[in-house]
């Protein structure tokens, strides 16, 4: 069974930092491209940034383009969100997010994922 366990939330100041973490199970983790997807209180889930499981092609929401990194480790079946410069509007329960494809593109659009982590919570201070 694939599942998907994020980590590294927390409580943060504006302007400070946070890396999340988010581990691949059950199934090859290379055949899976993933995204991170973050929902704050009375607003939808928004895409927040992908990459594919071909040459690592990425994406990113403009909002956090130039703050936010993604990358991935085969070897440790994780996905990594690197936030930096993080801003009160970034406070949301972040989820993680994968879906089985071989693409050398990805998209930020919920339908493309059937794999849903549990969520992280971020907020961050002014």
């Known amino acids: 069974q694939l599942q998907l366990v994020e980590s590294g939330g927390g409580l943060v100041q504006a302007g400070g930092s946070l890396r999340l973490s988010c581990v691949l199970t059950?199934?090859?983790?290379?055949?899976?491209?993933t995204a991170w997807f973050r929902q704050a209180p009375g607003k939808e889930r928004e895409g927040v940034s992908c990459?594919?499981?071909?040459?690592?092609?990425?994406d990113y929401a403009e909002s956090v383009k130039g703050r936010f990194t993604i990358s991935r480790d085969n070897d440790k079946r994780t996905t990594y969100l690197q936030m930096n410069d993080l801003k009160p509007e970034d406070s949301a329960v972040y989820y993680c997010?994968?879906?089985?494809?071989?693409?050398?593109?990805?998209?930020?659009?919920?339908?493309?994922?059937?794999?849903w982590g549990q969520g992280t919570q971020v907020t961050v201070s002014s």
């Open positions: 990459i594919a499981r071909v040459l690592g092609a990425t």
């Open positions: 059950g199934f090859p983790f290379e055949h899976y491209q």
């Open positions: 997010a994968a879906q089985r494809r071989f693409g050398s593109v990805c998209r930020l659009s919920q339908a493309d994922y059937g794999t």
